[in-house]
Nanobody
Framework: QVHLVESGGGLVQPGGSLRLACAASGSGFSINRMGWYRQAPGKQRELVAIISSGGNTNYEDSVKGRFTISRDNAKRTVYLQMNSLKPEDTAVYYC???????????????WGQGTQVTVSS
């Protein structure tokens, strides 16, 4: 069983910062790629940032230079540091984790419950 718990969302003013965290619990698996997605009202869910098992990162163009994704493998946690936040960053942010079960090589994707980020003055 794999369970993801997200934290760190909230209400901030434009230009402010938030740090999101997503921790994986359970046993019988290893973590491969980890990432963050977001979905604004009336819009499709989009990729924000991803980080590979080797630490390689990719970002959506609009967040480059402002957001930083990182991971702590010992804590089985992925983070998203969000700086210089803009109103257009307002969305529900979802953690996504690709895991490999110890019983086989098949890759399986899991989603966190989502955390609301609101940027408003």
């Amino acid at each position: 069983q794999v369970h993801l718990v997200e934290s760190g969302g909230g209400l901030v003013q434009p230009g402010g910062s938030l740090r999101l965290a997503c921790a994986a619990s359970g046993s019988g698996f290893s973590i491969n790629r980890m990432g963050w997605y977001r979905q604004a009202p009336g819009k499709q869910r989009e990729l924000v940032a991803i980080i590979s098992s080797g630490g390689n990162t990719n970002y959506e163009d609009s967040v480059k230079g402002r957001f930083t994704i990182s991971r702590d493998n010992a804590k089985r946690t992925v983070y998203l540091q969000m700086n210089s936040l803009k109103p257009e960053d307002t969305a529900v942010y979802y953690c996504n984790v690709d895991i490999i079960k110890d019983s086989g090589p098949r890759l399986t994707s899991y989603w966190g419950q989502g955390t609301q980020v609101t940027v408003s003055s």
